[in-house]
Nanobody
Framework: QLQLVESGGGSVEPGGSLRLSCVAS??????????VGWFRQAPGKEREGISCTSSTDGGTYYADSVKGRFAISRDNSKNSVYLQMNSLKPEDTAVYYC?????????????????WGRGTQVTVSE
């Protein structure tokens, strides 16, 4: 089985921080083969690509809504992907999904991703 498992979600106050983790199992997130990223979906809204990283050049990409506040990273030795979220806002409340695609390492926030995690809830409220 091929799985992506997210963790690290929870409830925080506005301005707080969370660090999401994603661990791949059943396959290796080879940095030369898999692009990885994060999507989110708030209730009643479409899924939104918020970040991805290119394995080939190490480039990182962010949606305007999170740029400057979120940072994506990966630890190849742990087969993991992370999303550091700072200065969280109520509008960041959503289910966050880890994604991966065998695209040769290139990524785009609008591209399709073959592998999805089940999501982890992030709630930002006072």
């Amino acid at each position: 089985q091929l799985q992506l498992v997210e963790s690290g979600g929870g409830s925080v106050e506005p301005g707080g921080s969370l660090r999401l983790s994603c661990v791949a199992s059943g396959f290796t997130l080879d940095p030369d083969y898999f692009a990885v990223g994060w999507f989110r979906q708030a209730p009643g809204k479409e899924r939104e690509g918020i970040s991805c990283t290119s394995s080939t050049d190490g480039g990182t990409y962010y949606a305007d809504s999170v740029k400057g506040r979120f940072a994506i990273s990966r630890d190849n030795s742990k087969n993991s992907v992370y999303l550091q979220m700072n200065s969280l806002k109520p509008e960041d409340t959503a289910v966050y999904y880890c994604v991966a695609d065998p695209s040769g390492g290139e990524c785009d926030l609008s591209m399709s991703y073959d592998y999805w995690g089940r999501g982890t809830q992030v709630t930002v409220s006072e």
